[in-house]
Structures are given as structure tokens and as C-alpha cells.
């Protein structure tokens, strides 16, 4: 079974600020990938950034980069120069071979001006 | 690419009565849709994965004869909520994938439809 857990309900950032929002996970699956989403107020989710497991590198796209280190199982996201329409909800997921995703519990992230 | 609509966006009906919501991949073909549920502020919760042609796999804990789900074509799925009630109102959002679609073979969201059941 996969797991993934959000221990930071909330979080609040200073616009411009860089921030870091928590992400652990338990999986059985030797490969599997890594994902983050961002769910502003409308309801959509918008992919951010995927880390797959037997990525060496970080991935990072844009102001996105992901945290992996595989030993601790954790997969923390850190948006870079945070702006006001960065508030939103964020989700990390993991998901394996059979497609399926599994979302953490999210944390909410208010940028303030 | 790789654009997923749902439809309604959002549904206000009376209790008892049966609601079809659909989700249509609209520039590539999903051999896999899944349905998710999400209350305010909650998690998305995985209800059931359809795969084109043949019958849905449940998660446990979701009642498959309240919860009709039918991938009738590669483009299209339907979740039907039987019967609804006050405790059905939620966003139900859907996702669709086929491998070779997507960077990372990802899976691509429907923007959700809004339940709600009077």
C-alpha cells in the first residue's frame, strides 16, 4: 500500500520568499513517481512538477523545484520567489505502476503582500 | 494538449433523485479515467478507477450500486450518483490517462463538478 502524508495544514509566506511545503511518503512499489498540484479556489488541479524514483537529479521546473531524498521518503516541494497567486492548496501524490494516485491530506498556502 | 472537461460544473437536485456527471478527454484517448471525491478543505479521495470496455474497479468503502461509473468509449465516462442524498454533496472531480500521453504519463483532471443534494 502507498502513503502519503502533509503534516503543515497551513502555511504562510512573505511575497518573494521562497517556501517549503512537507511532503513524506510509504510505498512497497521499487518505482514509483512523485507528484505535486496546486488547487486554487476554483476547484482545478493544475500539475506542478513529477520526481520520479529513480531520478539523480531534483526536478525543477520554473519557480518549482522538488526536495527528493529517497532514504527519508521525502519529497518536499519549495516554490522560489512566492507570489500572491501562489496562494492555493497544495497536494503532494505518489503513484506506481497501476496509475492510481494518492493524495496527502494538502496544505494551504497563503501568500501574503 | 491533453485537455479533460466534466460536465455539469456544478448540479443542485433534490434528494432521491439520480445524477450523471461525464468526463470526456477531448484531445487524446483515455484508456483510463478515475473518479475522485473531495470534500471542503479535505483530501482528494480516490473512488474508482474505469478502464475503457470494462467494469470499474471500486476502492473500498464506496458503494459501487450508489456510485454507477461507465467508460463506454476511449473519450468518454459517466458517474451516475443513484439516489442522491445531503451526504452526496461534494466535488467530484475526474482524471484521465493513457500511457505515451503526457511527459510523465501523468494524469490529467477534469476541472470537477459541484454536487449539491437538497
Redesign the interface.
Known amino acids: 500500500a502507498q502513503k502519503i502524508t502533509q503534516t503543515q495544514p497551513g502555511m504562510f509566506v512573505q511575497e518573494k520568499e521562497a517556501v517549503t511545503l512537507d511532503c513524506t511518503y510509504d510505498t512497497s512499489d521499487p518505482s514509483y513517481g512523485l507528484f505535486w498540484y496546486k488547487q486554487p479556489s476554483s476547484g482545478e488541479m493544475i500539475f506542478l512538477i513529477y520526481q520520479g524514483s529513480y531520478d539523480q537529479q531534483n526536478a525543477t521546473e520554473g519557480r518549482y523545484s522538488l526536495n527528493f531524498q529517497k532514504a527519508r521518503k521525502s519529497a518536499n516541494l519549495v516554490i522560489s520567489a512566492s507570489q500572491l497567486g501562489d496562494s492555493a492548496m497544495y497536494f503532494c501524490a505518489i503513484g506506481g505502476n497501476t496509475g492510481k494516485l494518492i493524495f496527502g491530506q494538502g496544505t494551504t498556502l497563503q501568500v501574503k503582500p | 494538449g491533453a485537455v479533460v472537461s466534466q460536465h455539469p460544473s456544478w448540479v443542485i437536485c433534490k434528494s432521491g433523485t439520480s445524477v450523471k456527471i461525464e468526463c470526456r478527454s477531448l484531445d487524446f484517448q483515455a484508456t483510463?479515467m478515475?473518479w475522485y471525491r473531495q470534500f471542503p478543505?479535505?483530501?482528494?479521495?480516490?473512488m474508482a478507477?474505469s478502464n475503457e470496455g470494462s467494469k470499474a474497479t471500486y476502492e473500498q468503502g464506496v458503494e459501487k450500486d450508489k456510485f454507477l461509473i461507465n467508460h463506454a468509449s476511449l473519450t468518454l465516462s459517466t458517474l451516475t450518483v443513484t439516489s442522491a442524498h445531503p451526504e452526496d454533496s461534494s466535488?467530484y472531480?475526474c482524471?484521465a490517462?493513457d500511457p505515451g500521453v503526457g511527459?510523465?504519463?501523468?494524469?490529467?483532471?477534469g476541472?470537477?463538478t459541484?454536487l449539491t443534494v437538497l
Open positions: 483510463t478515475f478543505k479535505q483530501s482528494l479521495m480516490l478507477t466535488f472531480i482524471s490517462r511527459t510523465y504519463n501523468e494524469q490529467f483532471f476541472p470537477g459541484r
